[in-house]
Every structure is written in C-alpha cells, then in structure tokens.
C-alpha cells in the first residue's frame, strides 16, 4: 500500500518539544500523492503538533520533514498546499467580510497581494464549493461555528492547492456544515487533492479515509487502515494486529478501543 | 477661514491632516492583532529619543523616529522569543523609555520640562518648517506600506500562522508592522503629543467598526473619522486657545461615542434582517452531543 505515489508529505524520525516537554518522540509518517490520511490520537497525543510541524509552525529537535520532496525549509512553493487550522473562537480585532479572509488565500498565488480577475473568481469558486457564496459579503463575526469553519476551508481552497492539511476540521461544526464538508472534500479528493486531516474521531469522513495513522504520546502506534469500532474490533482490549507486521512481532496495542 | 493666512497655521493642518490618515491606517492593523496598545508602549520608547534629541542638539523627530523604531523592533522581537515573561520585558521597556527622556532632557543644556512637554502633550503651533518636511516624509512611508501592503498585512494581522502557510514572509512583515506604527508615533508626536498618539490609532478603529462589516470599509471610515477630527481640532484650538492634542482626542472619542449611539439601532434591524434571511430549520451548532458519544468508539 505504500506504492501509491511519490510521498506528497514525509516525516522521517520527527522530534519536537513544546516548552521542555516532549510531544513527538520521533514519528515517520508519509503521505502519498492522491492519499486521504487521517491522524487521529487522544487530546495531548502531538497529533496537532505533527501537523503543525509540517507547515513550520513547530521547531522541530530531530529528524527530518520533506514536502513534494523538498526539505520542509527550503520549500518555497505554498501554493500548492492548503492549510486549514484548528478553528479559534478568537477572530480578529477588526470587522473582515468572508471574501476578505478567503481572499488572504489566494496570497500565495498573487505576485505582491495584486488580486487579478482569475484571483477573484477562484475566490468566488471556494466560496461556491462550501456552499458560502451566498454570505461572501457578511462579516465572518456573523457566522455560526460551522459557517466560520467552511470560510476557513475556502480560503485554503483559494489558491488551489494539491495537498490540503486541516487540523480537527469537524470541531464544533454543526451537522449541515458537516455535510457540506465531507462533500467538498469528497470532490477534491475525486479532482486529485492529497489530504491530511487531524481529527478526534473519524465521523462522517470516514468513507473518505484510506489510512489512519494513530498517535499516542507522541509516537506512531497504528499506521494502516481506519480502525472500526464494529463486531469483535469494538470489543474491550482489542489489539489490532499490523497485516504486514513481521511474524511474531508484538501486536500492536493501539489502547483505541479499550 | 481667515486662520489659512497664516503660515504656522497652514503648517499646522498640514501636519494635523497627515497624523489624521496615518494614526488610523496604521493603528487598524494593531487592532486587529490586538495590540491596541502598542502605540502608547512605543510613545513612551520615543520620549527617550526625544530627551537624546536634545542632549544631542540633533532634531527631536528624527531621533524619536530612530529610538521609537529601534524600540519597536525590540518590543516585537521580545513577542517572538519571550513567551512567559514578554510583558514583564515589555514594561521594563515602556518605563524605561519614559524615564530615559525626562532624565536626557533635563541633563541637556538647552532642554527643560517644558521642552518635554510639547512633546507629551503635542505643540501644533510651533511645528516648523523642517517639522513639516519630516511629518511629509514620514507620512509617505506610511500611507505606502499600509496602503501597498494592506493585503499581506491583513492576512498577517487576522492569522499568522496561515499567513506563514500562505508563504508570505511574516516576521518581515510583523517587523514592518512594528516599524510603521514607530514611524506613526514620530508623525504624531508634534501634533497630539506622545502620551496621546495611542488615542489616534485606536480610536478612529473603534468608532468606524460601530458602522462596518468589512475591512475596507473599517479603514476607510476611520481614515476618514481621523482627517475630520484632527482637521476640526486644529481649527477649534484656533478659535479657542484649547490644546490641539487634547481636542483632537476628545473629538474623536466623541466620534466614538455617537457613532456607537447610531450604529445600536442599525445593528438590530440588520441582525434581524439577517435572521429573516435564514431558512427556519437551520440547524444551530448541535454536534456536540454526537461527538461525544463517537468519542468513546475511537478514542483513548
């Protein structure tokens, strides 16, 4: 399963501290072109930390992170990723219309944030695929939390990206959006779109999903197809065993179900 | 209009209407991070260059802008390192600022707390022809930046972190940020007095926020809101023999509080407008339970 494509995202014995403390005990994760993972891991696993070691958004103490094959410092290309980050309750201290922020994404496409009429219309595009088009000139503080989240993946969607991260895109998101979501992002993985998705359990995305990869304190401790929670697997103290884990080797406790 | 036959009158407005659009172009930007008070800690760090112009005997605005924009940059490089102790540093910064001043000045031969004082409290009629040159300059590079540069400064000021995934160069521009409201301050300075520059950069924001929904139009009423005041100001202390910097200020709070009066009702009727537009069966946030009961299937 690991011949897909070439790896979009690679994380090669990823280290990171927050503070003294460490939340990534060396992780390999690798994403494939055309790939939908989801990581998935408790609260306080570095599942969000991960993440965000990929956009630069964490130093990382040891390892290595490739994006699209280039080293996570000397990648310059950000249009081709799409970032959509863990929604904050907190917005801007300044009143911002929906096609403001979505325009902020088309940034990384414009040559010194001149907006061109190609530019306006895939900002347009974005809000039409979340269904927000509608709302493009209300400001974002009107929105519900749902609404908010949609808005954020617009303007990840703005500059067209190849590979979306998004981190916890379902929290706190009302049913509707929800389905909004799992639907826009079902058309973008059916165009080509790699996604790496955090998320707390896997919902209504699940269909999407072709690897779940399971962190817990800090480490790798699944890496394979989505765990169900259905018939023996939802059974207490279940242990998922790796189908291409050598023989003899330890199941893997992945502590998800018990 | 008999005041425009004067020259230091005309020098006056100049410098009046040029603070009026930058206070508020850049001061938007520090409010959206939420840094409203940035102004004022730089304000403080100018009076610093301002005791040093004088002791010195090199002019006043240009080593206020020089200390206003060293400290600047240091309040925003102690954001980026500092986590825990960034407000304690900050402080130390902000008083020290104040306390350099009064001490440069007093130990400069030609200076005196009164000196010091048209620069805490501003000093429209004594602006000076270089005064003016300076503010002109200054005012430019401003309007520049925080005209050319809106976009990437938004996206910068509403997420950072985005901004960053986006490739733009955010510490560059944070430091520009930083840079910019110092440069403000120096403008300012003469005008409104460093202790109220803040008022100019925050408030015109507030006010307009009362009427927008949108950025743009934020940046633009509040613009507008600035040019009004610091014009009406400047003319009232004419008429009145009242302090320009403080009229100034009490205007555009008074702008502030009136607009708020008529944007109260406005809010309503669009609020309920708004709830008239949306379908009845709207489904409110209601995902939590469903989570919760998803959480015991897959989580630890």
């Known amino acids: ?258 | 209009m008999d005041f425009l036959d004067y020259a230091f009158m005309q020098r006056a407005l100049l410098a009046a209407v040029l603070v009026g659009i930058t206070a508020p172009a850049v001061g938007i930007y520090l409010v959206q991070r939420r840094q409203a008070l940035m102004g004022d800690g730089i304000g403080h760090v100018a009076m610093t260059g301002v005791g040093l112009g004088f002791l010195l005997s090199w002019s006043p605005v240009w080593m206020a802008t020089a200390v206003s924009v060293l400290g600047a940059v240091l309040m925003e490089l102690i954001r980026w390192y500092g986590r825990t102790r960034g407000d304690i540093a900050l402080a130390m910064l902000f008083y020290g600022g104040m306390a350099g001043g009064v001490m440069f000045i007093n130990l400069a031969p030609t200076g005196s707390n009164a000196n010091l004082n048209s620069y805490l409290f501003g000093s429209l009629s004594t602006v000076s022809e270089s005064d003016v040159t300076a503010i002109c300059v200054l005012a430019a590079f401003v309007v520049l930046v925080t005209l050319g540069l809106r976009r990437q400064l938004f996206a910068v000021s509403q997420d950072e972190e985005f901004a960053r995934v986006t490739g733009l160069p955010v510490r560059a521009l944070n430091l520009l940020t930083a840079v910019t409201a110092a440069v403000t301050v120096t403008v300012a300075m003469r005008v409104v007095g460093l202790l109220l520059v803040s008022a100019l950069m925050v408030v015109p924001v507030a006010a307009a926020q009362q009427l927008s929904r949108s950025f743009a139009a934020t940046f633009a009423i509040a613009v507008a809101i600035g040019i009004t005041v610091t014009i009406g100001g400047t003319v009232t202390s004419y008429y009145q023999d009242v302090p320009p910097g403080a009229t100034i200020v009490l205007l555009t709070i008074a702008a502030f509080i009136a607009l708020t009066a008529l944007a109260a009702p406005l809010a309503r009727r669009r609020a309920r407008a708004l709830a008239a537009a949306q379908p009845a069966g709207d489904p409110a946030e209601c995902a939590i339970p469903a989570t919760r009961a998803a959480d015991h299937g897959v989580d630890v």
Not at chain 1, 14 to 36: F, K, M, Q, W, Y
Not at chain 1, 134 to 151: C, E, F, I, P, Y
Not at chain 1, 153 to 159: G, K, S
């Open chain 1, 1 to 258: 399963m690991d011949t897909k494509g070439e790896p979009v995202i690679s994380l090669r014995g990823v280290r990171a501290e927050l503070g003294s403390r460490p939340v990534l005990r060396g992780i390999d994760l690798t994403v494939h072109r055309g790939e939908v993972v989801a990581l998935l891991g408790a609260n306080g696993s570095g599942k969000s930390t991960a993440v965000r070691s990929v956009i630069g958004q964490v130093p990382v103490t040891d390892g290595r992170i490739e994006l699209f094959g280039t080293d996570r410092r000397r990648f310059r290309d950000w249009r081709r990723v799409g970032y959509v980050p863990q929604r904050t309750t907190a917005s801007g201290g300044v009143p911002a219309t929906v096609t403001e922020i979505v325009s902020s994404g088309r940034l990384s496409r414009t040559r010194f944030g001149i907006l061109r009429k190609a530019d306006h219309e895939a900002v347009r595009h974005a809000l039409e695929l979340v269904g927000m088009a509608d709302r493009a000139k209300d400001s974002v503080n009107a929105l519900s939390g749902g609404q908010h989240q949609r808005v954020l993946i617009a303007r990840a969607l703005a500059a067209e990206p190849e590979l979306l991260i998004m981190d916890e895109p379902m929290a706190g998101v009302d049913l509707a959006s929800q389905e909004v979501l799992a639907r826009t992002l079902r058309e973008q993985v059916a165009l080509g779109a790699t996604v790496l998705l955090v998320l707390h359990e896997l919902g209504p995305l699940e269909p999407l999903i072709d690897r779940a990869v399971v962190l817990r304190d800090g480490c790798v401790t699944h890496d394979g197809p989505p765990p169900h929670a259905v018939g023996q697997h939802a059974l207490p103290g279940h242990d998922h065993v790796h189908p291409h884990a050598p023989a003899g080797a330890e199941p893997i406790r992945t502590g998800l179900l018990s």
